[in-house]
T-cell receptor, first 115, second 115 residues
Framework: AQSVSQHNHHVILSEAASLELGCNYS??????LFWYVQYPGQHLQLLLK??????LVKGIKGFEAEFIKSKFSFNLRKPSVQWSDTAEYFC?????????????FGTGTRLKVLA | DTGVSQDPRHKITKRGQNVTFRCDPISEHNRLYWYRQTLGQGPEFLTYFQNEAQLEKSRLLSDRFSAERPKGSFSTLEIQRTEQGDSAMYLC?????????????FGPGTRLTVT
């Protein structure tokens, strides 16, 4: 079955540290990829998306992600995190199969940034 | 664009009672999705509508669950004879369908607690 794996469930960093959150998916066809963020007490918001083209995509708040097709990965990165980045991050994949659209989320990574 | 809204935001009910949640999507969006999210998990797909047609239902959606979108605008999700295992956050999302390249916009969710 198709799935999305986020290997880091909890990450704790100090401010200014670099961030990389892993995301791998299992589907061999064409996919669209997303990272969503959920700040404490708020709803899910789109951070960035990849549909096609340049595999390095830039999102809001200095986040970027790189699609590596051969590794089925879409890792999220930020060179220098801030306390305000404390949130839960979800990777999601969307594709078309068997006449329907699938939208599958990972289990999330809870990031805590220490001031 | 006022975003996706959901009502109520919180619902506490006793086991065996019926509950109904409402979702109002972004006005021009023709697709509407329902997800369930439990602690430590990402959103799990339940069902989606394109206009008023319910196009797909997850196996997670047991016979006690029913969703409607009668006029292709707002949607309701009803759970009959609630069980403690139904306790979760129920998320609604909407999108403008443009083939496979679309992104979903999420509402704040309805947190259901079954006692």
């Amino acid at each position: 079955a198709q799935s999305v794996s986020q290997h880091n469930h909890h990450v704790i960093l100090s401010e200014a540290a670099s961030l990389e959150l892993g995301c791998n998916y299992s589907y061999g066809g064409t996919v669209n990829l997303f990272w969503y963020v959920q700040y404490p007490g708020q709803h899910l918001q789109l951070l960035l998306k990849y549909f096609s083209g340049d595999p390095l995509v830039k999102g809001i708040k200095g986040f970027e992600a790189e699609f590596i097709k051969s590794k089925f990965s879409f890792n999220l990165r930020k060179p220098s995190v801030q306390w305000s980045d404390t949130a839960e991050y979800f990777c999601a994949v969307n594709f078309h199969t068997s006449g329907t659209y699938k939208y599958i989320f990972g289990t999330g990574t809870r990031l805590k940034v220490l001031a | 664009d006022t975003g996706v809204s959901q009502d109520p935001r919180h619902k506490i009910t006793k086991r065996g009672q019926n509950v109904t949640f409402r979702c109002d999507p972004i006005s021009e969006h023709n697709r509407l999705y329902w997800y369930r999210q439990t602690l430590g998990q990402g959103p799990e797909f339940l069902t989606y509508f394109q206009n008023e047609a319910q196009l797909e239902k997850s196996r997670l959606l047991s016979d006690r669950f029913s969703a409607e979108r009668p006029k292709g605008s707002f949607s309701t999700l009803e759970i009959q004879r609630t069980e403690q295992g139904d306790s979760a956050m129920y998320l609604c999302a909407s999108s403008l369908e443009t083939g496979i390249r679309y992104e979903q916009y999420f509402g704040p969710g309805t947190r259901l607690t079954v006692t």
